[in-house]
């Protein structure tokens, strides 16, 4: 396929370059909101995901996009341009669905160019945009087989090559490579994330899978029960994440509710947990008295939690006993019961030395630095639809 029909300059974020733009949408399914008040903008040329819990207006959100749902109120614009009145098949966009959806009597080449059949292209035109995109997914040695015939990777390509067919400036994928065991899956995320480079157009996609989202998109918006509750670049949302929600939804984190209770020379907060566990906290940014709230939720991530059974030198360091351990071969888990009651836990790189059996004690400690103070009224209060 000639790359030339595709966009290749990767977006800068301005006002003029959004691809696709929601303004304050809401989808109502018989009176219950699925998607509340959604404004988003995906910029040219942008790998976008949205994440969420399953049942939080992901592929409500996608399928308003791409046609197939209509919104309540609000609007969506397709390249400055309003959709309301465009039906599914007139929009720029294209969607591979997980179930692929591929027609099961058709042989791969014909599944691909379908589509380009139905829209009467002269059927020289329609065997060169087929090859183009075989190659573009590289299964130009499969055009002849049946889609039964194929391994489920295989049928995820010819999935998306029925898709770029159509040359979309938009691509909807929703949850892609959901049907794709963990290691195939692994292969089609290296595999999506050069098609994407590649042909420079839009990606959307629609996954509840985070470590998905983090690893091929450009930005993320993380989706709560219909409404989005942040969006940034991946370490935006994982090293910063703004709520609660996001920090617990996001990989693994100790959250502990508490209250800020004083500075120290206005570089250090300090927090006192509701289990009465005493938290010193890097100030500045976000992270000034003035800009929280005085009821805080401190979150540390497993990862920076580190363990020792000599004291150590540290901002925050507690005594516990060991609870759990987790063997997982590159990393240890493990749990540590703090004096105060609170089970914490640490996520430490396998050194080979030996495991700390159950009820040892040691001491739990990180920095100032390693944990993030979140405003605890800051989950989404219900919009009005
Ligand atoms: P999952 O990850 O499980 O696919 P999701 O985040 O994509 O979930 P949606 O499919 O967008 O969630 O659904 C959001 C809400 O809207 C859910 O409560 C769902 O039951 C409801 N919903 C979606 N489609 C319809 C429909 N056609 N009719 C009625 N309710 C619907």
Redesign the pocket.
């Given at each position: 396929m000639s790359q030339t029909v595709y966009s290749t300059s990767k977006a800068v974020a301005t006002e003029a370059q959004a691809d696709v733009e929601l303004k304050h949408v809401v989808k109502l399914?018989?009176d219950?909101p699925?998607v509340r008040g959604l404004d988003l903008r995906v910029n040219q040329g942008e790998f976008f995901s949205i994440l969420?819990?399953?049942?939080?207006?992901?592929?409500?959100?996608l399928r308003l996009i791409a046609g197939f749902e209509t919104p309540t109120s609000g609007e969506v614009l397709i390249q400055g341009v309003n959709m309301s009145r465009t039906p599914a098949h007139r929009r720029p966009v294209n969607t591979v669905f997980q179930s692929y959806a591929l027609f099961d009597h058709m042989s791969v080449k014909d599944n691909i160019g379908f589509g380009l059949k139905i829209k009467r292209m002269p059927s020289a035109q329609i065997r060169e945009r087929v090859l183009d995109a075989l190659k573009l997914v590289r299964m130009e040695a499969f055009a002849d087989r049946l889609p039964t015939q194929l391994s489920g990777g295989q049928q995820q390509r010819v999935a998306l090559a029925r898709a770029l067919v159509n040359r979309p400036a938009v691509m909807l994928l929703d949850e892609p490579l959901g049907a794709l065991d963990l290691k195939l899956r692994k292969q089609m995320q290296v595999e999506l994330s050069t098609l994407h480079r590649q042909l420079g157009i839009t990606f959307i996609m629609?996954t509840?899978d985070q470590e998905e989202a983090l690893s091929l998109s450009d930005r993320i918006a993380v989706?709560n029960a219909g409404q989005i509750e942040q969006i940034g670049t991946p370490s935006d949302i994982y090293d910063r994440p703004r709520t609660p929600f996001v920090a617990d939804f996001i990989g693994d984190t100790n959250l502990m509710p508490g209250r800020i209770e004083g500075s120290r020379s206005g570089e250090k907060l300090h927090v006192v947990t509701e289990t009465g566990l005493r938290v010193w906290i890097q100030a500045g940014g976000e992270h000034s008295r003035e800009a929280l709230s005085p009821s805080v939720v401190v979150s540390v991530r497993p990862e920076k939690v580190r363990l020792s059974q000599e004291p150590p030198t540290a901002d925050n360091c507690y005594q516990g006993q060991v609870s759990h351990v987790m063997y997982l071969g590159t990393h240890v888990h493990w749990g540590v019961r703090l004096t105060s009651g609170e089970i914490l836990t640490a996520l430490q790189t396998n050194r080979g030395n030996a495991l700390l059996t159950l009820d040892t004690p040691v001491y739990v400690y990180w920095g100032a630095s390693d944990c993030r103070l979140l405003d605890s009224s800051s989950a989404p209060a219900d919009a009005a639809v």
């Amino acid at each position: 396929m000639s790359q030339t029909v595709y966009s290749t300059s990767k977006a800068v974020a301005t006002e003029a370059q959004a691809d696709v733009e929601l303004k304050h949408v809401v989808k109502l399914f018989n009176d219950e909101p699925a998607v509340r008040g959604l404004d988003l903008r995906v910029n040219q040329g942008e790998f976008f995901s949205i994440l969420g819990p399953s049942g939080c207006g992901k592929t409500t959100t996608l399928r308003l996009i791409a046609g197939f749902e209509t919104p309540t109120s609000g609007e969506v614009l397709i390249q400055g341009v309003n959709m309301s009145r465009t039906p599914a098949h007139r929009r720029p966009v294209n969607t591979v669905f997980q179930s692929y959806a591929l027609f099961d009597h058709m042989s791969v080449k014909d599944n691909i160019g379908f589509g380009l059949k139905i829209k009467r292209m002269p059927s020289a035109q329609i065997r060169e945009r087929v090859l183009d995109a075989l190659k573009l997914v590289r299964m130009e040695a499969f055009a002849d087989r049946l889609p039964t015939q194929l391994s489920g990777g295989q049928q995820q390509r010819v999935a998306l090559a029925r898709a770029l067919v159509n040359r979309p400036a938009v691509m909807l994928l929703d949850e892609p490579l959901g049907a794709l065991d963990l290691k195939l899956r692994k292969q089609m995320q290296v595999e999506l994330s050069t098609l994407h480079r590649q042909l420079g157009i839009t990606f959307i996609m629609v996954t509840h899978d985070q470590e998905e989202a983090l690893s091929l998109s450009d930005r993320i918006a993380v989706m709560n029960a219909g409404q989005i509750e942040q969006i940034g670049t991946p370490s935006d949302i994982y090293d910063r994440p703004r709520t609660p929600f996001v920090a617990d939804f996001i990989g693994d984190t100790n959250l502990m509710p508490g209250r800020i209770e004083g500075s120290r020379s206005g570089e250090k907060l300090h927090v006192v947990t509701e289990t009465g566990l005493r938290v010193w906290i890097q100030a500045g940014g976000e992270h000034s008295r003035e800009a929280l709230s005085p009821s805080v939720v401190v979150s540390v991530r497993p990862e920076k939690v580190r363990l020792s059974q000599e004291p150590p030198t540290a901002d925050n360091c507690y005594q516990g006993q060991v609870s759990h351990v987790m063997y997982l071969g590159t990393h240890v888990h493990w749990g540590v019961r703090l004096t105060s009651g609170e089970i914490l836990t640490a996520l430490q790189t396998n050194r080979g030395n030996a495991l700390l059996t159950l009820d040892t004690p040691v001491y739990v400690y990180w920095g100032a630095s390693d944990c993030r103070l979140l405003d605890s009224s800051s989950a989404p209060a219900d919009a009005a639809v």
